[in-house]
């Protein structure tokens, strides 16, 4: 063959290939390269939307750096990761070895227990909205049998620390006042969150069925407990599940900004407690219009992604177990 | 009776399941799962029984508790749309409305007639009628506005999406790896990244305050699609196309004759995540529309709460049903479809 004809043959191999994945690859250089390469100009430049961008060097990063406002929405970004992925996930699982059991009407409980999480968000946090409603919202009512208890427990650290009342358990003791309070509307965000865990539930739910029985077998054999079955058998062989799932709730929470912004209506929340990263890149971009400034944000943002799921990985390298690898 | 269970589950269960895991046969020996019963019971001691009744029994009661925790909040918030503004405001709540408590039980719809008035204006010191205005939640213009970007958009990523997920998984060329890596990657982009410099993008097209930011780029593949798609592409026989080729068929006549219709479950999935996502996105349209005329059903529920000052909860949850409704009734309908594609790309509904 010559080797003319190969490469004319690749040419054309080439321009077919190209043919093929065009939707996807003029998508990605209209719609996501070019946007890209813009916002990483932009976020070097001072960009009021209505004047021409004016290139600033490092300023908006090094404004970003001494804004204490930034700072507390990262903060308050991580509080909500490092509270609602892991009780998200330890949650998912024990409800998946739940519905995992062998028995009639799983499908239905498996119903229950998903639907959540199809529900519109908007319509999820004003319903929220309702139950969390501090005078007659169902929660209050739920919690009122707890009120003694807190109270209780609040006059005995009261009495040991010299007088000295949690005010957080104070508000619990009087009925939690949830989205306006500076103490529980973090809470009330990461209990929403746990109603959306139905997803996850399905994914662990596959990912238990993954598990040879054999193993199970094998464990029950060598006399080995429901609990020590769990430990030894269930965890090690959810371990890639989880960590996929902790990637994506990673990279969730970062995003978090519909639920929270429905619920305090495009605000900050009660003394900035539930103002969130995406809502600050959101509120430069849209209502300052510093668009460099937003650009800045969102670049540190995918830093920040990158680097968490990075080290997801490097941690999971050390302790997930891959069958058969 | 209860650890008979264990072997004969209803069809309903068993069913989904055995697609979820791909093989029937590991699955047929039923699951052990971490707590697994015992597969006879009758056949062990009687303390052994008596203790699968308990754990069964309990197991049952966790799960219902569970179940009812989960399902609470949506039958409070359609029982809300049937209560008066003075029965919500009740303490402890009750779950039944009085008009269901009642014999014969009536249905209060109120809530809802008063969501589809029309707000009308203050009326002014010279006794003149108020006017008319739109009403607060226009609940059929919005469903409108919805279901055109849905139709507008579905067919697109329908379409582009299949067509680049076939090269990346049938036509051979160089770089084709390197290329569905890059395709790969973008989805670790996440969407706050790219919403500046997009909004600027669509300004400088004149697409501000216009649908088009909210379709046209469906019509380019994503790479979430591209890839749930190419599994499954990459899952049907070769030889298929092989012998259609011999036969003198085109490779578009492959692709749109025999993967196509092949696809059709895995195109399900692609289309029911793409319906829940634009009935469900608050962001793009908070973004990008900019008059009420082109709200869709989630940002005129967010305006409304917006604004909530006045309206009565029982028209909010009123609102909040007519927007919540339809997902969970097509949820219901395709619910075997969600879950496969959850299951197997773990896309978050």
Known sequence: MRPAGGAGRGRRELRTGLLWTAPWWLGFLFFLAVPMGMSLYISFCDYPLLQPPVFIGTANYAALAGDPVFGKVLVNTLVFAALAIPLGTVLAILLAVLLNQNLPGQGLFRTCLFVPTVVPLVGAALVWLWLLNPEYGLINAALRPLAPLASGANELIAALGGGRRLSWLSELAAGPQWLSSPHWAMAALVLISLWGVGSAVVIYLAGLQEIPVDLYEAAMLDGASAARRFWHVTLPGLSPVILFNVITGLIGTWQIFALPYVLMRGEQGPGRSTYFYTMYLFDNAFRYLKMGYASAMAWIQLLIMLLLTGLVFWVGRRTVHYRGG | ?349
């Open chain 2, 1 to 349: 009776m209860a650890g008979e269970g264990g072997q004969s589950e209803p069809r309903a269960t068993s069913a989904p399941r055995r697609r979820l895991a791909g093989d029937g046969t590991r699955r047929a020996r039923g699951n052990g799962s971490a707590g697994g019963l015992p597969r006879s019971p009758r056949c062990l001691p009687p303390r052994a029984r008596l203790r699968t009744v308990v754990r069964v029994t309990l197991t049952y009661a966790l799960l219902i508790g569970v179940s009812a925790v989960y399902v609470l909040p949506l039958v409070g918030m359609v029982s809300a749309t049937f209560k008066t503004p003075q029965e919500l405001k009740r303490v402890p709540p009750t779950l039944l409305p009085d008009g269901l408590r009642q014999w014969p039980p009536q249905l209060d719809l109120r809530a809802y007639g008063r969501l589809f008035q029309s707000v009308t204006g203050p009326v002014d010191g010279r006794g003149r009628e108020p006017m008319p205005g739109p009403p607060a939640f226009d609940y059929p213009l919005y469903a409108r506005n919805t279901l055109l970007i849905l139709v507008l958009s579905l067919a697109g990523v329908l379409v582009s999406n299949a067509i680049a997920a076939y090269g990346f998984a049938r036509v051979p060329f160089r770089g084709r790896n390197a290329l569905f890596a890059v395709c790969l990657a973008t989805m670790m982009i996440p969407f706050p990244v790219i919403m500046v410099p997009s909004y600027i993008l669509f300004k400088h097209l004149g697409w501000i305050g216009t649908l088009a930011p909210l379709w046209v780029p469906a019509w380019f593949g994503s790479a979430f699609n591209i890839f749930l798609l190419r599994q499954f592409f990459l899952g049907i026989p070769k030889e298929l196309e092989e012998s259609a080729m011999l036969d003198g068929c085109s490779r578009w006549g492959c692709f749109w004759r025999i993967m196509l219709p092949l696809s059709r479950p895995a195109l399900a999935v692609v289309a029911l995540f793409h319906c829940l996502a634009v009935w469900n996105d608050l962001v793009g349209p908070l973004i990008y529309l900019t008059h009420q005329d082109q709200f869709t059903l989630a940002l005129g529920l967010q305006f409304l709460q917006s604004k909530a000052g006045d309206t009565p909860w029982n028209q909010l949850m009123a609102a909040a049903t007519l927007v919540v409704l339809p997902v969970l009734v097509l949820f219901l309908l395709a619910q075997r479809t969600f879950v496969r594609g959850i299951a197997t790309t773990g896309i978050k509904g």
